[in-house]
């Protein structure tokens, strides 16, 4: 293939970007009514690649939106609801004893319900740690070990966890490590009344998703191959890279807001995840590079889940969201 | 890169251009008019051209500095367009990334030139502009007002004009004066001109109003005076240009002639013996032949400082010294008269003796019509300078330098002719500072003015009396007595003068 041709082959790639974002909003929105960032910020995960915590009390549509996103996606699609009595191996699979054709007894492993590319976990802070703990490896190396065996997971694979914040009974909270693994915590607002009256409205004609699929996983690979093409600039990079370690207390460096109120900061995985979804975010607002405002608008998403206010922050009534805009505020000072 | 971002650039590379001359010129004008400015009220020393040479040397190096102060690097520049722009880094990324090749830079690329093209492009960095014209007209105005502005002027203080009344004392003092010069021995006509000069002054100080008036009338009375004792004083320029010859006896006889330093009491004996001593002088030669050119030398030197000076042929002392150098008389009693070159000729008949004799004989011959001649000189000279002194005195007015021999500094140490040096009145010239004893003080008894030493008898015989019959301290009686020892002691002074 000469340059030429490589070049309109780009060019095709760049289109279909456009267009396929596009379609897929589109069609979400057949099923979910308003949560217009929420599917913004999903598309923008799933583009890049990274796993997706929903957090918001029940009946806002969490479930319906992801089960409506894995019909657009059209790639195998699993639900595992997440239960205390959830065992690890329900989650990944595991070896079962069977006779071959020869009537032998072998060990064969039985995949669980990672196996998919999009899963998912619904009410994922219902299981037990060590059921969570089972999602780690798959949701960071996309393959699973059971016995020492390792089995990969087909591309693209994302988690799409959800949880509830009001019923803390019977829960158990994500480990820090497992949090980590989600590029993005959003937060699923309760509809305005428009929006519920649409919902309403919708549910009277029938509960199922209508939504069609319009996207395939090697056309998301495509997608995300191409934003990860989109140049960011030094000042853009390294600004990024202080907004993240600016939420670690224990530097001398971090802000003022960070020293008070911020117990821990946020990993490395946070800058990259910023990074990464900042390309996409710019593909799909039409532009061809990372500005700072992609890096602020993400910067609740990545960061909320990842860095953990302290006592004070809570006594002045202060929410993760505000302690990230007061680190933004004052990081941009010194741009 | 952009096109847009080139346009924009060299819009740029223009401001900062147009910002460094308005800025250098700004400064440099300032400069020049505030050296203009503060040479014109002499607060510093420069000529206008340095001023103006130093104005084009800040023009140029504030410019250039400004020049490269506000360098702005295409870096610098994405950045500030991006921030002011919106531009979400679209020009950062352009510059960072243009030599990189692949579809999306070259979508970047063309994304942010759009964006660029749509900058309204008149707006871009004219901010802040204002402030450099601000500062080149003030810069401007300041060196318009270094030529626009000049010091004022600053007018001659203003002296109130005192009102003058002149008192009675006063006018008795100076009808004393007057009738002083009049009755003094002074060659006429100069006499009735320094009278005249006092009446007139008397008649315009009766009049004057003001000390202004008062001191104009006073300053061409002094005028007038001191051009009259000028005039009547010709023997001065003589006793200059007998002391300008190089022999001894010729300066001696200069010496000789100088009545300034003749006391007021014994004059006469003081000229005796400075013509002994230019006798003495002459008979210091051993030869006839030397005595013989000694005596042409002296007559010649005679002959010639009465030429060159002003005195008048008719002037006793013009007489008197011509017969010195050149007589040749003999008298019908048989005594003759030799002058200079007539010894000088005789010398070798006479032989050294007799010719010492005939000398001998022509200066006892000449001895008093020299001192009458002279004598007139010091009246004409003292009459004058007295005149002007007491004009001082009593209205308090500047006295003129008075002149005297150039040898007068040198033998004296005092030639101000200023009033302490002179006190001596009725043609008293010279003498010590010692206030004389007949200078004519006012005696408020009397009304009249009368010699200092008698009303300093009058009031010490006054004074005597009150201490013997009052109840003074002995404290005081001590004191005042002691004053008047003082002044007494004073007058002893003067008298082993």
New interface residues.
């Given amino acids: 293939m000469n340059h030429t041709e490589n070049?309109t082959a780009?060019?095709e790639r760049?289109k279909m970007f456009s267009e396929k974002v596009a379609k897929v909003k589109s069609e979400l929105k057949k099923d979910v009514v308003g949560q217009t960032d929420i599917i913004e910020n999903v598309i923008i995960a799933i583009v890049a690649g990274g796993n997706v915590l929903l957090e918001g009390v029940p009946g806002v549509g969490k479930t319906r939106l992801v089960r409506s996103l894995g019909k657009v996606l059209s790639l195998p699609f699993s639900r595992i609801q997440f239960t205390p009595d959830l065992m690890p191996s329900d989650v990944t699979g595991t070896n079962i004893v069977e006779k071959d054709e020869n009537g032998k007894l072998v060990t064969k492993f039985r995949p669980g319900p990672i196996f998919a590319n999009l899963v998912l976990a619904d009410e994922i802070n219902r299981a037990t740690p060590k059921t969570q703990s089972a999602m780690l490896e798959v949701m960071q190396e996309h393959k699973v070990t059971v016995a020492n065996t390792s089995y990969k997971i087909d591309e693209p694979f994302f988690v799409l966890a959800t949880e509830n914040p009001i019923e803390q009974d019977g829960t158990y909270p994500l480990p820090e490590a497992q949090m980590d693994r989600f590029m993005f915590k959003l937060i699923v607002g309760f509809p305005s009344a428009e929006e519920l009256s649409s919902i309403v409205k919708m549910t009277q004609i029938t509960m199922a998703e209508t939504a069609e699929a319009v996207i395939n996983g090697k056309e998301i690979l495509d997608m995300r191959a191409?934003a990860s093409?989109?140049?960011?600039?030094?000042?853009?990079l390294s600004y990024t890279v202080n907004l993240v370690s600016n939420t670690h207390p224990e530097l001398e460096t971090s802000t003022a807001s960070t020293k008070k109120y911020v117990k821990y900061g946020a990993s490395p995985r946070a800058a990259q995840g910023l990074i990464t979804a900042a390309k996409v975010r710019a593909l799909m607002s039409g532009?061809?590079?990372?500005?700072?405002?992609d890096i602020n608008a993400l910067a609740y998403p990545v960061l909320r889940h990842r860095i953990k206010i302290n006592y004070t922050a809570i006594n002045d009534k202060l929410t993760v969201d505000d302690v990230i805009s007061m680190i933004i505020k004052e990081t941009k000072k010194v741009r | 890169m952009g096109e847009n971002f080139s346009k924009l650039k060299s819009r740029a590379l223009k401001i900062r251009l147009l910002k460094s001359v308005l800025a250098g010129v700004a400064v440099g004008l300032l400069c020049a008019g505030m050296l203009l400015l503060l040479s014109k009220f002499e607060v510093l020393a420069f000529t206008p051209i340095l001023a103006l040479a130093i104005g084009a040397a800040v023009i140029l190096l504030m410019g250039t500095a400004v020049y490269f102060l506000l360098y702005t690097s295409d870096k610098t520049l994405a950045k500030r367009l991006d921030r002011q722009y919106r531009l979400n880094e679209k020009v950062q990324t352009m510059l960072a990334y243009k030599d990189k090749e692949g579809i999306i830079y070259e979508l970047q690329r063309e994304d942010a030139d759009a964006s660029l093209a749509a900058v309204p492009k008149k707006s871009i960095s004219f901010k802040r502009l204002w402030i450099y014209i601000l500062c080149f007209m003030i810069g401007a105005a300041v060196f318009t007002a270094s030529f626009v502005l000049s010091p004022e002027e600053t007018p001659p203080p203003v002296v109130p004009d005192e009102p003058f009344a002149i008192t009675e004392l006063q006018i008795a003092a100076l009808e004393e004066l007057i009738k002083h010069v009049e009755t003094s021995e002074m060659a006429s006509p100069y006499r009735e001109n320094v009278a005249q000069s006092l009446y007139d002054l008397l008649d315009e100080l009766k009049l004057a109003t003001t000390e202004s008036e008062k001191d104009a009338s006073l300053s061409k009375a002094m005028d007038a005076i001191y051009e009259q004792t000028g005039l009547s004083s010709s023997a001065l320029e003589l006793m200059n240009a007998l002391w300008s010859y190089d022999a001894d006896s010729t300066k001696q006889l200069a010496k000789a002639l100088n009545y300034y330093e003749w006391p007021t009491a014994n004059a006469s004996e003081k000229f005796s013996g400075n013509i002994t001593d230019v006798r003495t002088e002459l008979a210091l030669v051993n030869s006839v032949t030397e005595t013989q050119v000694l005596f042409i030398k002296v007559s010649s030197n005679i002959t010639e400082a009465l030429t060159k000076s002003k005195i008048e042929p008719t002037d006793p002392l013009c007489t008197v010294l011509t017969r010195l150098a050149t007589a040749n008389e003999t008298k019908e009693d048989g005594t003759r008269v030799y002058g200079l070159s007539t010894l000088s000729a005789l010398s070798e008949t006479l032989g050294a003796t007799d010719t010492q004799r005939e000398l001998d004989a022509t200066f006892t011959a000449l001895n008093s019509e020299l001192f009458g001649a002279l004598s007139q000189h010091a009246e004409n000279t003292g009459t004058g300078e007295y005149a002007m002194t007491r004009l001082s005195e009593l209205f308090g007015c500047q006295l003129p330098k008075f002149e005297r021999p150039q040898f007068y500094e040198s033998s004296s140490g005092d030639s101000s002719g200023s009033s302490g040096s002179d006190e001596g009145g009725g043609g008293a010239i010279g003498g010590g500072a010692v206030y004389g004893s007949d200078d004519m003080v006012f005696d408020p008894y009397t009304n009249q003015y009368v010699e200092y030493g008698t009303i300093l008898d009058k009031y010490y015989a006054l004074m005597f009396g009150k201490l013997q019959d009052s109840d003074y301290t002995d404290e005081e009686k001590a004191a005042m007595e002691k004053y008047f020892d003082i002044l007494y002691g004073g007058f002893d002074q003067e008298d082993e003068e």
């Fill in positions: 070049n780009e060019m760049v191409l093409a989109v140049p960011v600039v030094d000042e853009v532009r061809y590079n990372v500005s700072y405002e």
